[in-house]
């Protein structure tokens, strides 16, 4: 069974920090790559970043380019999401999501998603 669980999530105040990881099993890791996606309330989700986990690769959204860093444990099948300079549009339920390639970073790419963590920002 493919299983992906993001945890990390919190309340934080704006310029802070928080990690968040996604834990994935029941697939061949190193075959796929993982991918941060939000939902905002009232929004669409949107692509945060993604690191293929064969090559190391990475991506980012403008929006949170220099302030966020995505790294890979392959030994631990586990991907991270370093968020720093949390501001409070960075407000939303953050979800983990595993697909072939990591770009483009699109919801309909990627095939196996775990349930969201909530991260809450204030002012």
């Known amino acids: 069974e493919v299983q992906l669980q993001a945890s990390g999530g919190g309340l934080v105040q704006a310029g802070g920090s928080l990690r968040l990881s996604c834990a994935a099993s029941?697939?061949?890791?190193?075959?796929?790559?993982i991918g941060w996606f939000r939902q905002a309330p009232g929004k669409e989700r949107e692509g945060v970043s993604c690191i293929s986990s064969s090559d190391g690769s990475t991506y980012y959204a403008d929006s949170v380019k220099g302030r966020f860093t995505i790294s890979s444990d392959n030994a631990k099948n586990t991907v991270y999401l370093q968020m720093n300079s949390l501001k409070p549009e960075d407000t939303a339920v953050y979800y983990c999501?595993?697909?072939?390639?990591?770009?483009?970073?699109?919801?309909?790419?990627?095939?196996?998603w775990g349930q969201g963590t909530l991260v809450t920002v204030s002012s």
């Open positions: 029941g697939f061949t890791f190193d075959d796929y790559a």
């Open positions: 999501a595993a697909g072939v390639q990591c770009t483009p970073l699109a919801e309909y790419e990627y095939d196996y």
